[in-house]
């Protein structure tokens, strides 16, 4: 079960970086327009609920992998640091900001304000989950592109 929700986890996270993307590239382009349709509203949905599916696999793996230990002197070790606290922390953090931007954006009422503010979080997010991802290239921690 714990390589099923790892892979599933692992390549989930594309789906859930292409929407987080898109839906800023899409606020972008259309705050110029002054226009926050249906479809725009959509994006902005799938892309939170993304977020919450990679968020639900990564509690359950929390607590099933291998990768987190807590175990005395366990901050002391970059891995064991970063699966223990750093990545929940940022992740959780990024997809509060998404889910709250994403509300808050929908009770403005002028259609550039709802794209402002869906720039504004859905980029801080980025950030953060492009930070905390455990990328192959960060040897110590072990990450896969799948």
């Known amino acids: ?3 099923a929700l790892s892979h599933m986890h692992s390549g989930l996270r594309w789906i859930a970086l292409i929407l987080l993307i898109f839906a800023i ?3 972008v ?3 110029k327009t002054g226009l926050y349709e249906k479809k725009d509203k959509l994006i902005n949905l799938f892309t939170m609920i993304s977020l919450h599916i990679q968020l639900l696999t990564g509690l359950i793996l929390y607590f099933i992998s291998p990768k987190v230990h807590f175990v005395e002197g366990w901050m002391k070790e970059a891995s064991n640091r970063f699966y223990g606290m750093e990545h929940i ?3 959780i953090l990024a997809i509060i900001l998404v889910t709250i931007g ?3 954006a929908e009770k403005l009422d002028a259609p550039i304000s709802k794209h402002k503010k869906i720039i504004t979080t859905f980029i801080i ?3 953060l989950i492009l930070a905390g991802i455990p990328w192959p290239f960060r040897t110590e921690l072990g990450g896969q592109w799948f």
Do not use: E
Request: charged share 30%.
């Open 125 to 127: 997010a980025l950030v």
């Open 25 to 27: 590239f899409n606020a």
């Open 89 to 91: 922390l940022m992740m």
């Open 29 to 31: 382009t259309r705050k």
């Open 102 to 104: 994403r509300k808050k």
């Open 1 to 3: 079960m714990y390589n």
